[in-house]
């Protein structure tokens, strides 16, 4: 990469008028559009493709001040756009957290919490807080209350695992306050032992309300850490090529409180992601009165290419919403819910937003869908209208048809991958194999975008999604989907791209390569269109660009993009380990995990030894060895 000096016979000319800022070259460039499909080399000037086509395309626009990279024959994409991502609360938090996204070992995951216990200073905690689940383990298992207790005897250890439950220590339990005379709040449950004292583990019975609770007891960032936490964590979404988020705002996230970090950003020129946001009424009972004062205050449309407001949601009201926690059975909506909702959706059209709508299973898309039907017969709903459903793992047939015919959209979510063996056990195989119905969506003609619903389940790594959608596997390996319900490689790109694009209006300016649109592209570590199944969940990116400037860089691009300032604070999580763990897979690490995957297996074989796992199968208890290969 170079400034000033030529890159494979492409010359910079002296008198251009409009250089570009920056051309790419040498790729194989999917454009995602139609009307060009594929190119070699783009030109970006002034933060927009002004020539898509090949080098003697982009020459025209490469003066003395242009950078040329040269992407040596690799993959170039449009930048992707999760259309269903908690973004602000992430990166508020990210530096707090300690993250297990891409762990393959219970033991490794325990020796990073028994590290950061020690570096972590009197008064703050140690957090697990989503992007894993026990089925990625070796050991396929949760860690125990007494694992959490010995690798931090001192420090609160809150581990939350996916909709379902959170793992406590002991020290956290005395921070938190609970004792035998904590009551059990509606929904949640804290289990206890024989003699009514808390054990550390919480349950969502469904709702997982107990465990963001919880979890917002602990401390947080100073307003100046939360930007600098902000900044860190878009340079991670950054790394695997997301140039776009639509924020699905989300409980404990307050408008416009904790919107500062973002706002500042966008106002300093120092946002890499480009955020649309939604407004999520707090608190039960007075949703009505907190959208009318937002309705007040911004509009959907406001801001700029970088934050702007994109409509209410994911909640509207509290009482319609259901729970995704599928180790527990589905809820039943009550009369008032639909009240509730018809209020807030009536206010919300009449002021021209749109909104979009958490819905898990098929009952309550139903229930909703009879409001908007309601509304719509009194004129309420115009066409045009931007709205959704998120989530849809149940819905039937019949709703999306409902759904198409009002005009609606669905964004669907890679919980499924995370999620799906706790779905198989209550529902089945069979009903697995369609949730969601992501082709009968699609055959439908509703547009359909991609997302993963990070943080506090899935992990943020968007090639774990697009690997879901294309494979239909769990992050077990366990194959949920049918080929008749997966999709082919461009077409989950597309709904990683353009479709969040239609999904905020902005079809017309991302979504693809093409010029007059933003210049938002990766360069990728590996192919997606020709990589084995197995390996597109280990695609990076080596090089991200968004509006023409280069947000994040590695490989053989090392240090283009601009630097972070350091981490603050110096004994967060991220510091020591980073974010998502990468999976080398090769060479001395490749020997090392061979290594630890045999100390797993001794530990694992002694930890079912105590718990006397062995001791009812007689073939078992004795001198045979249930890890025994020849066995």
Not at 249 to 270: C, K
Not at 332 to 353: I, M, P, Y
Not at 415 to 431: I, S
Request: hydrophobic share 40%; charged share 25%; glycine share 10%.
């Amino acid at each position: 990469m170079s400034s000033t000096m030529p890159v494979g016979g492409v010359r910079p000319h002296e008198g251009v008028r409009s250089p570009a800022q920056l051309v790419v070259r040498n790729g194989r460039i999917h454009t995602g559009d139609p009307a060009r499909p594929t190119a070699s080399a783009v030109a970006i000037t002034d933060g927009v493709f002004t020539a898509v086509g090949d080098d003697a395309t982009v020459a025209p626009r490469i003066g003395p001040g242009t950078r040329v990279v040269d992407a040596l024959g690799r993959r170039v994409i449009p930048g992707l756009n999760d259309s269903h991502l908690h973004v602000i609360r992430g990166g508020l938090n990210y530096l707090l957290e300690l993250r297990w996204d891409g762990v393959r070992s219970l033991r490794t995951a325990l020796r990073m919490l028994r590290e950061q216990a020690e570096r972590t200073p009197k008064g703050q905690w140690v957090r697990v807080v989503g992007g894993w689940t026990g089925e990625q383990f070796a050991e396929k298992r949760l860690p125990t209350v007494a694992e959490l207790n010995a690798a931090a005897p001192d420090t609160p250890v809150f581990v939350l695992h996916l909709y379902q439950s959170a793992i406590l220590n002991r020290a956290a339990l005395e921070a938190v306050g609970f004792t035998r005379d904590t009551p059990n709040p509606p929904g949640g449950e804290i289990v206890r032992d024989f003699a009514g004292n808390p054990t550390g583990v919480l349950l969502a019975a469904p709702a997982a309300g107990l465990l963001y609770s919880t979890l917002a007891k602990g401390p947080i960032l100073g307003a100046e850490d939360q930007l600098g936490s902000t900044r860190h964590y878009l340079r991670e979404l950054n790394r695997f090529g997301i140039t776009s988020a639509i924020d699905a705002a989300g409980g404990f996230q307050n408008f416009p409180d904790n919107y500062a970090a973002v706002t500042e950003l966008a106002e300093r020129g120092e946002l890499t992601v480009r955020i649309a946001y939604h407004l999520f009424p707090q608190t039960a009972g007075q949703e009505v009165d907190d959208l009318r004062r937002w309705i007040g205050m911004v509009k959907p449309g406001d801001g700029d290419e970088w934050l702007r407001c994109n409509g209410a949601g994911e909640n509207l009201a509290w009482s319609p919403a259901d729970f995704e926690n599928f180790a527990e059975p589905r809820p039943e909506l009550t009369a008032r819910a639909s009240a509730d909702l018809e209020a807030a959706a009536r206010l919300l059209l009449d002021n021209g937003w749109g909104f979009r709508l958490h819905a898990t299973y098929d009952e309550t898309i139903r229930q909703d869908l009879d409001v908007f039907e309601k509304i719509a017969a009194d004129g309420g709903f115009p066409a045009g209208t931007r709205w959704l459903f998120d989530h849809a793992e149940t819905v039937s047939q019949e709703s999306l048809d409902r759904i198409k015919a009002l005009g609606g959209a669905i964004s669907v979510q890679n919980r499924m991958m995370f999620q799906g063996k706790a779905f198989v056990e209550r529902y089945g195989a069979e009903r697995a194999a369609t949730a969601p119905p992501i082709r009968a969506m699609r055959e439908t003609g509703l547009l359909v975008a991609a997302g993963t619903d990070a943080t506090r389940v899935s992990s943020y790594n968007p090639w774990l999604s697009l690997s879901w959608l294309v494979t239909g596997r769990t992050i077990g390996d366990t194959l949920l989907y049918p080929a008749e319900n997966r999709v082919d490689r461009a077409t989950a790109l597309e709904m990683y791209t353009r479709a969040g694009a239609e999904l905020t209006g902005e079809a017309d300016v991302k979504g693809t390569i093409t010029e007059g649109k933003y210049g938002d592209l990766v360069v990728l570590s590996a192919d997606f269109f020709s990589v084995a199944d197995e390996d597109i969940d280990r695609i990076e990116a080596l090089l991200t660009v968004a509006g023409g400037k280069v947000v994040y860089a590695a490989g053989d691009y090392e240090g283009a993009a601009a630097p972070l300032p350091e981490i603050s604070p110096a004994w967060s999580p991220v510091a020591r380990f980073g974010g998502f763990v990468r999976d080398e897979r090769s060479g001395a690490r490749q020997a090392r995990a061979f290594v630890e995957a045999a100390a797993e297996s001794e530990e694992q074989r002694d930890w079912r030894e105590r718990r006397g796992d062995f001791d009812h199968v007689p073939q078992l208890s004795g001198a045979l060895d249930p890890l025994d290969g020849c066995f």
